[in-house]
């Protein structure tokens, strides 16, 4: 962090290139790479430089054409999983199925990219990418004392949606996109910011939406971490662990729709009493539940058993294929690496779906920023900040408070603006968000039949992103473009 802080005014100069994407054999797309930095200002005095990328096609279209922001999550997260994961003109390549091909990575032309149907702004928010804050200095020219914590004031709920406000409001003003159609779109923590500034944008900044898309969200934090006391964490996981275990031939359903269907309506039927009657169930109803239970998802009936019903995703992860050595990744529960230590009790080998494609990100955004775009920098492009993560928080927490959660927030935007489409997808074997969770958290949003239609829920083979898979990325590009035509 150091080096990064000490940079001079040298590594924030902008860059603006000229571009094709070739869509098809016979089709290309100009377009204008703008990468740069905006200032953040606080009583007018600079505090901060937020990093984005802004793809702006060159068409002969009549009328202002749509402008999407987009970010990840994390939170710590940079936008380079979306950027050259699955939105960007440029791609990173996977394998068909989502897996990770050998090095060294490689960069190709989307053809699926959004910039067919949309411009794009790619931000990274303050403390990842290439954004940082800007320290004070003393008269002496010496860095304030605590240097090291200068990106902790945005590393906040609240704070961090307002440094995305203030950014999205500087550019519509610089580059005159006031009158074009807006949309947002967020992965993981990235959907809880969507779902955030579905409110706040329209009711703050004055920015209307037409759209918001939420990608493998996590929109309310209770669904997230299960313990012993709660309830729905359980059984909006259940699904994915059935699908998973049909995915991995550990099941013994029809297909993998029907693997799913079965463990939905198990999940909100016995499942659900079993969890909220605890030790009340008689033992022998008890046992029935669970071991119809270690059938759906593929696992020892004992393990079930003993674990009470509440198998958490990384015991899962580690027992399903156990016999076979391998360990299913937590965001793509359909990959698995190689168990490097199997006798130990716990496991403690890298998650194929998260350390594993380090490289291919990391290595990705670096060439698309640096020898595409020409960006000059000396600053090192955060990917994923373990650092931010750790010490995120939220404002004014009380130790009697509800639980972090988006959901209210948009549902109140799609009120404020009745007009916004919404977008809501998931992979069917992440563990992390699981698709089950907003589809049940939907089924209580109690949406005035009016906006009913506005509310768009899909999903895809493959994990968190996954968009990795050659097949899903093609389909979610296919069903965004028409929520596009729809909204406009």
């Known amino acids: 962090m150091a080096e990064q802080n000490c940079a001079g005014e040298d590594s924030y100069q902008g860059k603006s290139t000229q571009h094709q994407l070739a869509l098809s054999r016979n089709e290309k797309l100009s377009y204008e790479a703008i990468a740069d930095w905006t200032l953040l200002r606080k009583r007018e005095k600079a505090i901060a430089r937020i990093f984005h990328v802004a793809y ?88 304030k004392e605590g240097a090291e914590q200068e990106n902790t004031e945005f590393w906040e709920v609240e704070r961090d949606l307002e440094s995305l406000g203030e950014f999205m409001q500087k550019f519509l003003s610089r580059h005159q996109r006031w009158t074009a159609p807006i949309f947002i779109a967020g992965e993981s923590y990235g959907g809880f910011r969507v779902a955030k500034l579905a409110r706040l944008l329209q009711e703050r900044y004055g920015i209307g939406l037409n759209g918001s898309i939420l990608i493998s969200p996590a929109i309310e934090f209770s669904s997230i971490l299960g313990s012993d006391y709660d309830l729905m964490h359980w059984v909006e996981l259940l699904p994915t662990l059935a699908g998973t275990a049909f995915q991995h031939g550990r099941s013994q359903s029809a297909s993998l729709g029907e693997s799913m269907r079965q463990a939905e309506d198990f999940a909100q039927g016995d499942y659900l009493s079993l969890l909220a009657r605890g030790a009340s169930m008689p033992e022998e109803q008890r046992l029935g539940i669970t071991r119809h239970m270690a059938q759906l998802i593929g696992l020892d009936a004992d393990l079930v058993i003993r674990s009470g019903g509440r198998v958490p995703r990384n015991v899962f992860a580690r027992e399903l294929l156990r016999d076979q050595r391998r360990y299913c990744g937590l965001y793509d529960a359909s990959l698995t690496a190689v168990d490097p230590f199997p006798d130990r009790l716990s496991y403690e080998g890298p998650d194929p779906t998260l350390a594993a494609i380090d490289r291919i990100f990391r290595a990705g955004i670096n060439a698309q920023l640096r020898q595409t775009l020409g960006v000059e920098t000396e600053l090192e492009y955060e990917l994923l900040s373990s650092e931010a993560n750790r010490h995120w928080k939220t404002k004014g927490e009380r130790f009697i408070r509800q639980q972090v959660g988006a959901m209210d927030d948009l549902r109140y935007g799609m009120v404020l603006n009745p007009h916004m489409q919404v977008s809501i997808s998931h992979g069917h074997f992440d563990l992390v968000t699981p698709y089950f969770s907003s589809n049940r958290l939907v089924q209580h949003m109690k949406l005035d039949e009016s906006l009913q239609d506005n509310l768009h829920i899909s999903h895809y083979n493959g994990g968190h992103m996954f968009y990795s898979w050659a097949a899903s990325r093609k389909a979610f590009a296919r069903d965004i473009e028409k929520l596009y035509k729809g909204a406009i």
């Open 56 to 143: 702006i096609a060159k068409t002969r279209k009549r009328g202002p054409r749509p402008i999407t922001f987009v970010f990840n999550g994390g939170p710590g997260a940079a936008s380079a999983y979306l950027h050259v994961g699955a939105l960007g003109p440029r791609r990173v390549v996977f394998n068909e199925d989502g897996s990770l091909p050998p090095p060294p990575v490689q960069l190709v032309d989307n053809r699926e990219s959004w910039l067919r149907f949309t411009d794009l702004v790619f931000v990274d928010p303050v403390g990842t990418g290439f954004s940082r804050t800007i320290l004070e200095e003393k008269k002496d020219g010496d860095k």
